[in-house]
């Protein structure tokens, strides 16, 4: 099992090796990237900061190279906070957001792309709802346009259209309605302090219910 996306994503690999220690029929590897988003290129703004994505970011290279020297049967994708900030997209000079058709668009086209690339030796991809969250909360930071639960939403139906156009290969587990489900909700300081991110002492519960 790999397991690819961002920062987020990178708690989930961790919980998920932590469920498969000691097994001997499965194990899980983490390829996560912090601050790389599947929809690839151009600059973002998060926290009230402006910045560009690295270009290390671009998975063109790295997912063929991860799926041939790993050669996984399952790859795990998830990917959320930085498709849903305020975004300038390559090539172009206004800035967009998830819910606005051009860059709707475009997320939808390079999740697609990415779930070819990782399917490419026939790996089952499966792509994971993305929970809602409140960025910077230990920071103080409230309100802020990449915390609106409505592009959230928006990325996730995204993800299910993805999902239902490559029928056979990719699936979809929806981790968001199951976090909402467990106790404290989605958006729970004892579990994300900084309102994103997963706490180490959490994971292994997340990679329990995943595995």
């Not at 220690?21 to 900061?49: I, M, Y």
């Not at 915390?147 to 990719?170: C, F, T, Y």
């Amino acid at each position: 099992m790999l397991v690819v996306g961002d920062s987020v994503a990178y708690g989930y690999a961790y919980g998920l090796e932590v469920w498969s220690k000691g097994r001997k029929d499965l194990s899980a590897s983490n390829a996560a990237q912090l601050g790389c988003p599947v929809a690839r290129g151009g600059s973002f703004r998060f926290l009230r900061n402006y910045n560009t994505f690295e270009s290390h970011c671009d998975w063109s290279t790295t997912f063929p190279r991860w799926v041939r020297e790993r050669d996984p049967n399952v790859v795990v994708l998830s990917s959320g906070i930085w498709e849903v900030v305020d975004r300038k997209l390559p090539g172009d000079d206004r800035w967009r957001h998830v819910g606005q058709p051009q860059f709707d668009d475009y997320l939808l086209r390079e999740f697609l792309a990415a779930i070819d690339a990782l399917a490419a030796k026939g790996a089952t991809v499966v792509l994971l709802t993305y929970p809602h969250f409140d960025a910077g909360q230990d920071q103080g930071f409230t309100g802020l346009p990449e915390s609106d639960p409505a592009r959230v939403d928006r990325l996730n139906e995204l993800l299910r259209q993805a999902v239902s156009m490559r029928p056979g290969v990719a699936t979809l587990i929806d981790f968001q309605a199951w976090l909402a489900q467990q106790p404290g909700g989605e958006i729970d300081p004892a579990k994300r302090q900084d309102g994103l991110h997963f706490k180490d002492a959490y994971v292994p519960t997340i990679g329990a219910w995943l595995g």
